[in-house]
């Protein structure tokens, strides 16, 4: 093993309890981030105050208790039980060691650069677990990155940042065959018939895009390869954009009102999967899985299925992970 290369996976976080208190000082931390709400401090913080972070906490906390493992065990949230996982069985996968952490609350950033420096890492090799770049979120991760590694400047530390992996043929290889695995258990849609592959990433506000982040270009991309990996027909499938918040203009199409009017039209089958998200979360979980369900089928859908994110199975690491990390250190 090499001492001196420690693999770091960063996803975005959750809170460490599904408790209003708990939510709130994630909503807190999530929304005080410039990368993701960028507005003026004299303009956004009375609302974040003001408005959000009393009336959003006890309603996001009754969402996260419908995914949550154990009443309030702190590793009960979906996206730090998986990423943990997912670093574990990398671990045993690379001649290298592997840590994780979270953008927002615990486990911290910061905590994690310290273990690693005491663990004698010199080379930090950062994999956000975002596939398609977003200032929104690879850019806030390479942020905090760097601002922890200052407590270490004159050290001789190297930082190398995989930024992106959108159209990685393992990537999208691994997300085939997700789809594939999930039609042999349920079948095919019935293409004839109208049945809807979609496709779903997390939205961000159009204006970035204008500004130059390339989030939805990459977005678009991946879509483009895994449905020529499957070999059915762009009619056949639908790219929308999901969990929208605040008033400002965000990508689109998005993915209720998508859902909704599919329905209308006839189509009675929707399969869905979220190749955005590395690990199941609340937005996968809990909107897509269930609350966009619901709204398919109060309009005239009768069968919704929700594709799992690629977690931490095995080919997943093996196929994704590994080579992606391997491409840009070796072995």
């Known amino acids: ?117 005491r663990d004698g890492i010199r080379h930090f090799v950062l994999l956000p677990m975002y596939p398609q770049y977003s200032t929104t979120t690879t850019l806030s991760v390479v942020d905090e990155v760097e601002r922890s590694l200052k407590a270490y400047s004159g050290q001789n530390i190297k930082l190398t940042t995989i930024t992106d992996y959108y159209a990685h043929p393992s990537y999208v290889k691994a997300l085939a065959e997700s789809v594939r695995s999930h039609w042999a258990k ?53 790219i929308v954009y999901q969990s929208r918040f605040g008033a400002q203009k965000w990508l689109e199409p998005y993915a209720s009102p998508t859902l909704k009017a599919l329905a209308q039209a006839g189509t009675k089958r929707i399969d869905i999967l979220c190749p955005g998200f590395a690990a199941d979360c609340l937005e996968t979980l809990e909107e897509v899985q269930h609350e966009l369900a619901e709204e398919f089928m109060s309009e005239g859908g009768q069968t919704y299925h929700y594709i799992p994110c690629l977690n931490e199975h095995t080919k997943h690491l093996e196929q994704v992970l590994t080579s992606v990390i391997d491409g840009v250190i070796g072995t």
């Open 1 to 117: 093993m090499s001492a001196s290369i420690g693999i770091l996976l960063v996803n975005l976080g959750s809170p460490d309890a599904a408790t209003p208190d708990a939510v709130k000082r994630y909503l807190k931390e999530f929304l005080s981030d410039k990368r993701v709400v960028n507005l003026p401090a004299i303009l956004w913080q009375p609302i974040l105050h003001g408005i959000i972070l009393r009336t959003r906490p006890a309603k996001v906390a009754l969402k996260y208790q419908t995914i949550w493992r154990g009443e309030h065990h702190a590793d009960g949230a979906p996206l730090k039980r998986i990423t943990a996982e997912q670093a574990a069985r990398l671990a045993a996968e690379m001649p290298h060691k592997v840590y994780w952490a979270m953008r927002y609350q615990s486990p911290s950033i910061e905590s994690a650069i310290e273990q690693m420096h």
């Open 186 to 238: 349920v079948g095919v849609p019935n293409w004839l018939a109208g049945d809807k592959l979609m496709v779903s990433f997390h939205g961000i506000p159009k204006v970035l895009v204008d500004k130059g982040d390339p989030y939805q270009r990459q977005c678009q991309a991946t879509f483009d390869a895994l449905i020529a990996e499957l070999g059915i027909d762009q009619q056949q499938a639908h």
